[in-house]
Nanobody
Framework: QVQLVESGGGLVQAGGSLRLSCAAS????????MAWFRQAPGKEREFVAS??????????YYADSVKGRFAISRDNAKNTLYLQMNSLKPEDTAVYYC???????????????WGQGTQVTISS
């Protein structure tokens, strides 16, 4: 099992940047595929980015809406997942969740471990 705790959310102006962190418990963090999802008020939870490992290479995927602006990374030595968010837009406003799974997926139903979420608000 793994427990996840997000941090780093806040209120920023459009065009600004934020870096989210997700601290994971457990000694098997490196074996999990990790992802960020977000949920805006009145909307379904949507995929943002994922990262998994194939051999010595990290494989990352991004939603089209964040490609080129967001970057997902992980530090297995620190059991931490990151999401660097640049050029933020008001439509990026949402609660951001990190998630862990034994295999990578773009569907929230593919993940069985979730953090509590961190609020990101972008003002125009």
């Amino acid at each position: 099992q793994v427990q996840l705790v997000e941090s780093g959310g806040g209120l920023v102006q459009a065009g600004g940047s934020l870096r989210l962190s997700c601290a994971a418990s457990g000694r098997t963090f490196s074996s999990y595929a990790m992802a960020w999802f977000r949920q805006a008020p009145g909307k379904e939870r949507e995929f943002v980015a994922s990262i998994t490992r194939s051999g010595s290479v990290n494989i990352v995927y991004y939603a089209d809406s964040v490609k080129g602006r967001f970057a997902i990374s992980r530090d297995n030595a620190k059991n931490t997942l990151y999401l660097q968010m640049n050029s933020l837009k008001p439509e990026d406003t949402a609660v951001y969740y990190c998630a862990a799974s034994s295999s990578v997926s773009r569907s929230q139903y593919g993940y069985n471990y979730w953090g509590q979420g961190t609020q990101v608000t972008i003002s125009s």
